[in-house]
């Protein structure tokens, strides 16, 4: 199934769910666009900065390998996710990740509506290339849940248990333990990364 165009869909969730205010901020995304095929494990992000220039800028991008064998509702439900993360950093200028703010708007999103469902967390099937060669295996000690990573990294917290227990924000009880795929436990090292 070939991709949608992204722009369009954009331009009809603003309408209808932002009040027009992401096309209306000074600054809309300077990119809206599919990933080039590098974004295996994520479906979506937003993120803003500044570029070599020094210009400010903000993208949405989505996963390319992720979403394109999905149904229509994956895209829409991501493209809204990150628009949530774009209308709380463009319009109210607040610093939140998925804590009171985002879980209001996206309840008032899923309430207006049923042709998707915005989530906190995707629970989308990963490709099977997308683990990768991994040598290490991080997992997390609350929920068991583990991935794949080709090197060890400090600091690295499980998502959903952040977001579970401690209302989205990093926690050092949630930090990964890493393992050597042939089962040696390191003991003390977690990796890098925010909730």
Do not use: K
Request: aromatic residues 8%; proline residues 7%; positive net charge.
């Amino acid at each position: 199934m070939p991709l949608e165009p992204l722009l369009p869909l954009f331009h009809r969730l603003d309408r209808e769910h932002f009040e027009g205010s992401l096309a209306a901020t000074s600054a809309p995304p300077r990119a809206l666009r599919w990933s080039d095929g590098r974004m295996r494990r994520t479906a979506g992000l937003y993120r803003r900065g500044r570029d070599g220039a020094g210009r400010e800028f903000c993208d949405i991008v989505l996963s390319r390998p992720l979403l394109e064998t999905l149904p229509r509702q994956a895209t829409i439900s991501t493209l809204c996710h990150e628009m949530i993360h774009a209308w709380l950093d463009r319009v109210l200028g607040l610093r939140e990740v998925h804590g009171p703010n985002f879980r209001a708007r996206m309840a008032a999103i899923n309430a207006a509506q049923a042709e998707f469902q915005v989530t906190v967390r995707h629970r989308y099937p990963l490709p099977a290339d997308s683990l990768g060669p991994g040598r290490w295996i991080a997992r997390c000690p609350n929920c068991g849940i583990s991935s794949r990573y080709r090197r060890r990294l400090r600091n690295l917290a499980c998502r959903f248990c952040c977001e579970r227990l401690h209302g989205g924000r990093w926690h050092a009880s949630c930090l990964l333990q890493f393992e050597l795929v042939q089962g040696e436990l390191i003991q003390g090292e977690a990796p890098d990364g925010l909730c």
